[in-house]
């Protein structure tokens, strides 16, 4: 389990004060000091992240904050990391005492996109269990709070079942091949090993999907563009579903059967991660920019560029011989994300296995807000290579 990426766990993060007790309950949570704790106000700097495999949730990844009512000038840049650490975030401990309490309550909503649970720690120290504080709470936030003590451990069990009922809808039926694989079926994955694939390994999303094949018990035949043909006329019948890597879409559409569908893990992850309708839309704008546009290519993990990198060598080829030469393109990569986006005609962003749902969508809203169309590879190359129309992607 502790082999699962980060970017598949159940993302909880606790928010609070300096001193509300984050890091111990984070401590009592997962039974470890993972966390340092100390009277010292602003002892958590960065956020700590601990993977664990959490009774009935399963693979989870907790983070810890730093306070949010951190005031000097460093104090500034922690409470940066912890309002970008709000982004990935399916559910907000959100921890209240005494101190500040204002100060949480005005940070809510920077949690919007995630679930919430309010937590009161410490209720060993308190005269009243934390009964007052438990009313202030529900008249302020309307939320109703769990009461524990790291200390004692008091509460922890109860704050599992909470956490097990404010579960997001779309956190237990992800599917990143959805409807379009049943029991039985027979899927050919087309993999090209090139330098993006070191001997030995294969890369994130063609893992993941593998698994899921597995886990519905369809038939998978593994190959590389150049053994699509030998490995066809091996089958009794056409697979159900091709799925290939975005880089040989064209080759691959030219090889396959008339009547098999054909998608991208980029296209599957654009639709499990993201928003698959808006990508579409979005490419579809991508055709209709002029020479000197700017466009922004944005990658979830940071990596020497390779001599055919997809994003920083093979996607920009594609769109100058498309839209011309005089295209300005710009990069970034992990979490480094422009605030403002209304100078980019055009977000390109790749199929971001290393985040999480959650992330992505926020990174999308951001786009929406500023009018700003964004795609992600699969799609780009699709309608660069002329083919959009003919790849398909799980219903939703």
Avoid: W
Wanted: hydrophobic fraction near 40%; aromatic fraction near 6%.
């Amino acid at each position: 389990m502790q082999q699962t990426p980060n970017a598949n766990r159940l993302q909880i993060g606790l928010f609070g004060a300096r001193n509300s007790g984050k890091s111990s309950l984070l401590n009592a949570i997962v039974n470890e000091n993972i966390a340092t704790v100390s009277e010292i106000p602003g002892t958590t700097t960065d956020p700590v992240r601990k993977a664990m495999e959490a009774p009935n949730l399963g693979a989870v990844l907790f983070v810890d904050t730093a306070g949010l009512d951190d005031e000097d000038e460093l104090g500034k840049l922690r409470v940066e990391k912890t309002i970008e650490a709000a982004k990935s975030v399916d559910i907000a401990l959100i921890l209240f005492n005494g101190a500040n309490f204002d100060k949480t309550v005005d940070f809510l909503p920077r949690l919007k996109n995630a679930k919430k649970i309010a937590v009161i720690n410490k209720i060993d120290e308190l005269d009243d269990k934390g009964e007052e504080l438990r009313k202030k709470i529900a008249d302020k936030t309307k939320l109703s709070a769990v009461k524990v003590s790291a200390k004692t451990r008091e509460g922890i069990d109860l704050l599992f079942e909470e956490l097990l009922r404010t579960l997001p809808e779309d956190y237990e039926n992800a599917s990143i091949t959805g409807n379009l694989v049943d029991e039985g079926d027979a899927v050919m994955l087309v993999m090209p090993q090139d330098t993006g694939a070191p001997k030995g390994r294969l890369i994130l999303p063609q893992v993941q999907t593998i698994r899921e094949l597995l886990d519905k018990r369809a038939i998978i035949i593994c190959t590389v563009v150049e053994k699509m043909q030998e490995a066809l006329k091996k089958l009794i019948n056409p697979p159900k579903l091709i799925i290939t890597d975005s880089q040989a879409f064209k080759r691959v559409y030219e090889l396959k059967p008339k009547d098999t569908p054909l998608t991208s893990f980029s296209i599957l992850f654009g639709n499990y991660k993201g928003d698959i309708a808006y990508f579409i839309e979005s490419a579809k704008k991508m055709l209709e920019l002029k020479e000197g546009s700017k466009i922004l290519i944005a990658e979830a993990c940071a990596h020497k560029p390779l001599e055919e990198d997809i994003g920083q060598v093979k996607i920009p080829r594609l769109l100058k011989k498309k839209l011309g030469e005089n295209i300005k393109i710009e990069f970034t990569s992990g979490r480094d994300f422009p605030k403002d986006l209304t100078s980019y005609d055009l977000i390109i962003h790749c199929g971001a296995c290393m985040f999480n749902r959650r992330y992505v969508l926020q990174r999308i809203a951001t786009a929406k807000r500023q009018n700003t169309p964004m795609t992600n590879y699969g799609v780009a190359i699709a309608a660069l290579t002329g083919i959009l129309e003919y790849v398909v992607y799980p219903e939703q």
